[in-house]
């Protein structure tokens, strides 16, 4: 009987060991709801009543986008104020979205041509500002992927009907303010993380004592696509962010981090902040204290490359 046991114990461990972190981390949201692919979208488009948005500058917009796209740029909901790309008032993002016929009730499919970061950023603004993410959906892989997908351009300027949004009181829950993650520097919580989405050159200067380093192109696949919830749901755990801590990212000035939150919520976590003050905020601080980081992120215990 003993010997069954331990026979039972040791096939059980070796289970655990083979499907890796999904068999101990609960995930506490619905999964795969936020990101979608460019041949999902162009049915999408066809099929039902959407705003397409393009989230390229207006340059880059008028010399190639998707056929009925309308154009919100970084500039539409960001303010240089008091550091670079900061979350825009709830006046400047109703004007942004209102007069590119977006209501609140409006189904929006986002697209970038800049590795998922501006779209996400849109995305999470709108979440900000209490767009249902239900009617908020981010084109993966953006322009190149629709490209592929058989998507027709055009060029030039465009018109639509202007609609009327009225935003939603800024939701706190989802900013990490400088003094929050000064705290989480200074004494650590163990059920809090703190994401630096940086690249490896960046973070080589300094970091925020005790942050992870993840690069946010770690969410991509070679072909600039998102890796799927399954990836990601291993992928962060194997490097200790959890789906049950409360996780903080920031990169230079959090747009990039916007496509890791991203990333994290299509894959079920929830208890998800932007530091939007970011480390351009931290490191003009003289007070802050500053680290330099150790180790490099592991690798996913099961690759799933898909």
């Not at 709801?33 to 917009?61: H, P, R, W, Y």
């Not at 016929?101 to 590795?115: A, E, L, M």
């Not at 809090?192 to 989405?197: G, P």
Request: proline letters at 4%; one cysteine or more; aromatic letters at 8%.
């Amino acid at each position: 009987m003993k010997k069954s046991i331990k026979v039972l114990f040791i096939l059980l461990a070796f289970a655990i060991i083979l499907t890796g972190c999904e068999a101990d981390i609960s995930v506490p949201g619905e999964v795969g709801q936020d990101i979608i692919t460019a041949d999902e979208a162009l049915k999408m488009i066809e099929e039902e009543e959407v705003v397409v948005v393009d989230t390229q500058n207006s340059g880059d917009f008028e010399d190639q986008h998707l056929e009925g796209s309308v154009n919100i740029a970084r500039n539409d909901i960001t303010t240089f104020g008091p550091y670079p790309n900061m979350l825009a008032d709830a006046s400047k993002l109703e004007s942004s979205l209102g007069e590119n016929g977006i209501s609140n009730q409006t189904k929006v499919i986002i697209y970038d041509n800049n590795n998922n970061m501006d779209a996400a950023r849109l995305w999470w603004t709108m979440l900000v500002y209490g767009h249902d993410t239900a009617n908020m959906k981010v084109i993966s892989g953006g322009l190149n992927a629709l490209e592929e997908a058989g998507a027709e351009f055009v060029s030039g300027d465009y018109e639509v009907e202007a609609a009327e949004y009225t935003a939603a009181e800024k939701n706190e829950e989802l900013i990490a303010t400088k003094e929050e993650v000064l705290e989480q520097a200074n004494n650590p919580a163990e059920d809090v993380v703190i994401l630096d989405v940086r690249t490896a050159d960046e973070v080589s200067e300094g970091i925020i004592p005790g942050a992870i380093h993840i690069n946010y192109v770690d969410n991509n696949k070679d072909n600039g696509e998102f890796y799927p919830p399954s990836y990601i749901q291993r992928y962060y755990p194997d490097n200790d962010i959890t789906p049950d801590k409360e996780v903080i990212m920031y990169c230079q000035t959090s747009i990039r981090a916007a496509q890791s939150f991203l990333a994290l919520h299509n894959a079920g976590y929830r208890d998800l902040k932007l530091y939007d003050g970011a480390w351009i905020e931290w490191s003009s601080d003289s007070s802050t204290p500053k680290g330099m980081l150790s180790g490099a992120p592991a690798e996913p215990s099961a690759q799933d490359g898909s």
